[in-house]
């Protein structure tokens, strides 16, 4: 079990998904599969894929790298839609599209409600996207606390086949033997 393969970089197919190991087939036809270890999050879309990262630092790893804060509101407004189209905007760009902003607000009220009601906890997520969050509600003139959080898990990178992706503490890879005819 050894290096990254550079086969991998000119794409392939994921033929087999398991719990810890995904089967990869590559445009040449070889076979790698690839082991998680510590696997702590993964997204699966389309089984072909034109690229590959292996990454440590990614997007997709803010939120693991960085402690999670919590956005509170103590004021309302007038126009959560604008705030909520702000606060999207901004995922976009702190997350490369990886990440909805859906994915950090308050699962508990619909973040509009919040916003026109004027308290309680609207978001919770990565620190530095939280610290933008905070001041995209200011300038629409919402009193913000923001409470510290912490945990981070700084030893984990992330395996981006194309829009599908694994994140975990380490990977292994493996090549299959072909099979004769």
Known sequence: MGEFPQELYRGGEIIRRQTTFWDIQTI???????????????????????????????????????PKDSL?????????????????????TYFSSWRPLARYLNDQISAERL????????MRGPREFIA????????????????????????????ILGQNFVIARAFRFEPMARRSA
């Open 72 to 92: 509170y509101v103590a004021s309302s407004v007038a126009n959560p839609e604008e705030v909520l189209s702000d606060l999207r905007s901004a995922a976009v």
């Open 28 to 66: 040449d036809e070889a076979t790698i599969r690839v082991h998680f270890d510590g696997k702590v999050e993964f997204s699966f879309g389309e089984s072909g894929f034109p690229d590959v990262e292996l990454a440590s630092n990614h997007p997709l790893l803010t939120e693991y790298k960085s």
């Open 115 to 122: 916003l026109r009601d004027g308290y309680g906890l609207l």
């Open 132 to 159: 933008d969050a905070a001041a995209i509600c200011c300038r629409y003139g919402i009193q913000v606390s923001v409470l510290p959080g912490g945990r981070t898990q700084t030893l984990l990178s992330a395996l």
